[in-house]
């Protein structure tokens, strides 16, 4: 095929694969080849048979582009030696060297370069987060001037592509595991083997999430975490026995027992899991190598932070041992806790609050466990008290706002079937929202008639139209004729989530009262 055209490097590639069939000790990318031997006699032997293939099929070689029995070398971007794989050092020194940007085409060039060794960088997406909503937000063609954060994200990416992980060679018959973690905004993994009795990153993975799967659950999240993993890992882990390992409970029990009621995706999700694997293990938060929720504070944030407080009547506390300290990769001195082996930061006031809500998101545990989870990586005066402020004081997920007067905003849902009375077996509830108060009207039938004439003549006819109506995703509230109803009435539908009674939560709390109350005065 004539070199140009659109499929000459694909039939060029398949060529040289052809060329190199059966060779194993031969790793090559269009022209290409890389000869990898244990011993120098074996390399010796290898070209022999690399170049006899050579010679079969007319491929020539130029003397000028050829390397032999070099220990290391570069190839496609990076330097490759017998242990590992790393990033080019003059590749790293120029994204080093990197301006911050001023204009989003500059930003998206750093984002191009950083991402190409994105597999490299623990927690990439976490660290990239703050740049990369950037770029959803702001013009081309306008001028750039990057937040507080997305300052702090800019310098810690660099430092972080800088003493980017060694990755090794991917080994053959070695075991494998998977260690997988979500946060409230990422998903992140780390492929490791098991090799000369120690474990060994093969590559990294790290994945923002999308706006509606920042909704999920925990172990909505965590489980979607497992499954993108494996999906970019499929080449890697397809037939071949691996152990994901996690810091959530639930996912081991459901994988190994199978108990559970799950939605639609997360049984889809599980499905795509176990066709892989089902050796899911419990690791504790502190032993996940790839924590993506960490502290949510990094060390820089906290240096910044203790300029500003007076560091000097820290040091004048007698139970905490404040003194100048390294922490972690960081270059420079950090007021830290040293009176104990593992050494603690000192938190500001500023920050303490993001410190609790971060690592209190991460399994959602008592005022004990998440005490229990600050303590061990951060110091700061009067610790125990603001953890249980928080715990107590702290903003729910969602808030529902309270309706500004009575029956202007009502919960509606079926009870049913029950035990047949007088032809009646089903039950249509209405809760206002305001005044807690609740209406019971008995139903022969759900059918979307039968309701809406309940709901009419009952709760309409009684206390007026409401603004807003909150039904789950039954077919009588899906129907057209209920549809037509609320619109000729001019009410708001504020529909629950499918297959999350919580969200119609008021009605459904009712309804466990109600079945109460009705066994008990059912006669059999």
């Not at 790293?92 to 500059?106: L, S």
């Not at 979500?182 to 492929?191: E, F, Q």
């Not at 009547?313 to 990769?329: N, V």
């Not at 702290?394 to 007088?422: A, M, N, Q, W």
Request: hydrophobic share 40%; charged share 20%; with cysteine.
């Amino acid at each position: 095929m004539p070199i140009g055209l659109r499929n000459a490097a694909q039939t060029f590639q398949c060529f040289m694969d052809e060329v190199t069939r059966g060779l194993r000790f031969c790793f090559l990318y269009l022209d290409d080849v890389l000869v990898a031997s244990h011993s120098k006699e074996k390399h010796e032997k290898h070209l022999a048979t690399l170049f006899q293939r050579f010679e079969k099929y007319g491929v020539k070689l130029n003397p000028a582009k050829c390397v032999f029995f070099a220990p290391d070398l570069e190839f496609l971007g990076f330097k490759v030696c017998s242990q590992a794989i790393k990033p080019l050092a003059k590749k790293v020194e120029a994204i080093r060297r990197f301006r911050q940007p001023t204009t989003m085409h500059e930003l998206r060039q750093f984002l191009g370069c950083v991402n190409f060794y994105r597999r490299f960088i623990p927690r990439a997406a976490t660290l990239l987060a703050p740049l990369e909503r950037l770029t959803l937000s702001h013009d081309s063609h306008n001028k750039l001037k990057l937040p507080e954060d997305a300052v702090n994200a800019f310098d810690e990416v660099k430092e972080a592509l800088a003493n980017a992980t060694l990755l090794s060679h991917p080994q053959e018959g070695a075991a494998l595991s998977l260690v997988v973690d979500a946060s409230d905004h990422a998903a992140g993994a780390a492929l490791q083997q098991r090799h000369k009795g120690r474990w060994s990153p093969l590559a990294f993975f790290s994945r923002r999430f999308q706006p509606r799967e920042m909704r999920y659950i925990a172990f909505g999240r965590e489980l979607l975490a497992i499954y993108l993993a494996i999906r970019h890992f499929r080449h890697w882990l397809e037939w071949r026995q691996f152990t994901v390992l996690t810091d959530h409970k639930p996912i081991v029990q459901v994988v190994q027992r199978g108990t559970g009621s799950h939605n639609p995706r997360e049984v889809r999700q599980l499905d795509y899991i176990t066709s892989f694997t089902s050796d899911v293990r419990h690791i504790k938060g502190t032993r996940n190598t790839i924590r993506l929720s960490g502290c949510g504070v990094n060390l820089r944030q906290l240096a910044d932070a203790q300029r500003k407080p007076r560091v000097a009547g820290c040091q004048a506390l007698q139970f905490i041992a404040i003194a100048p300290s390294q922490a972690g990769r960081y270059r420079h001195s950090l007021w830290c806790d040293t009176a104990q082996s593992k050494t603690r930061p000192y938190v500001p006031q500023p920050l303490r609050r993001k410190v609790i809500t971060t690592l209190h998101g991460l399994s959602h545990p008592s005022i004990r466990g998440s005490r229990r989870l600050v303590k061990q990586s951060y110091v700061w005066p009067g610790m125990n008290k603001d953890v249980a402020l928080h715990r107590h004081t702290k903003t729910p997920l969602e808030i529902f706002t309270v309706p500004d007067r009575r029956f202007d905003y009502v919960h509606v849902d079926i009870v049913g079937p029950l035990p047949p009375s007088r032809g009646f077996s089903y039950l249509l509830t209405v809760i206002d929202r305001f005044t807690r108060w609740p209406e019971v009207v008995p139903l022969t039938n759900t059918s979307a008639d039968t309701v809406c004439r309940a709901f009419l003549s009952t709760w309409v006819a009684r206390f007026g139209i409401p603004s807003i109506v909150t039904t789950d995703q039954g077919r009588q509230f899906q129907s057209a004729l209920w549809r037509e109803l609320t619109t000729a009435l001019g009410i708001k539908l504020a529909p629950a989530s499918a297959y999350h009674p919580q969200t119609n939560g008021m009605v459904e709390r009712f309804h466990r009262h109600l079945k109460t109350a009705l066994a008990a005065h059912h006669k059999p």
